[in-house]
């Protein structure tokens, strides 16, 4: 029962029959089999980063009352990061559900930014931030040329690899990750290791698949002072004790 439950799991979401004999009964480390299953599980990854990855940084900012540790500089970044793809639809009037997860990103990175600037004491800076931004989307829409909207949707992701390097930096000088999410950094790695995984296939060596790979590379390391400045709290707090 447990295996037909697995084989039917796998069958369905992951990979054609035909491979889950060649790789789970043959034993046969059919390549193309491989190759499939690894761009399905790499689109999985890239579903849950694009809808989830900042929820988790959300909750946890409510939960805690607090946005101790985190970078404005390195949020307002993924601020524009995930403003351009929404700018770029709404400029080439691409229907609302090819972009619908965008616009989704960007309204929790938005409450993100808010919160952080309320907790900060400016509340009412937070709110001028949605007016302008909502003013700046609708400008660039009406009025900005095409090439500026292709440059501005081209530039999301050095703004966003930016990002990482200002809050890994502000991680660094603080001694500690604050309240910067395990689960949002979690996802965001395995997100852009999908996104890697799927450019490398298409694109090969190129800037673009190297970009995307410098994205993964500094979410581990995210990941790995999440992981390290816990470890290093654990043992002053046992040696205190």
């Not at 069958?11 to 034993?27: D, G, I, S």
């Not at 601020?79 to 965008?102: G, Q």
Request: proline fraction near 2%; charge should be positive; charged fraction near 10%.
């Amino acid at each position: 029962m447990a295996t037909s439950t697995i084989k039917d799991f796998l069958v369905t979401y992951l990979m054609p029959e035909k491979c889950y004999y060649e790789l789970f009964l043959n034993f046969h480390f059919h390549v193309p089999c491989l190759k499939f299953v690894l761009n399905k599980t790499a689109g999985f990854w890239i579903i849950l980063d694009t809808f989830l990855a900042q929820l988790p940084q959300l909750i946890k900012i409510l939960w805690g009352g607090s946005a101790e540790g985190l970078s404005l500089s390195a949020f307002f970044l993924q601020l524009y990061a995930f403003s351009c793809p929404v700018v770029y639809a709404i400029a080439n009037n691409f229907p609302l559900f090819a972009w619908a997860d965008r616009l989704f990103t960007l309204a929790q990175t938005v409450t993100i930014v808010f919160l952080i600037l309320h907790y900060r004491g400016d509340t009412v800076r937070g709110v001028l931030l949605l007016f302008a931004l909502s003013g700046v989307m609708l400008l660039l829409r009406s009025y900005a040329a095409a090439a500026v909207i292709s440059f501005i949707q081209a530039s999301s992701l050095a703004a966003f690899i930016a990002s990482k390097v200002l809050q890994a930096t502000t991680n660094y000088h603080n001694g500690h990750t604050g309240q910067l999410s395990t689960l949002s950094v979690l996802l965001s790695f395995a997100g852009s290791l999908g996104v890697a995984f799927v450019s490398l296939q298409e694109n090969g060596n190129s800037p673009v698949s190297l970009s995307h790979i410098l994205s993964a590379c500094l979410s581990c390391v995210l990941l790995a002072q999440i992981l390290c400045y816990k470890a290093g709290a654990v043992s002053t707090t046992k040696k205190t004790a």
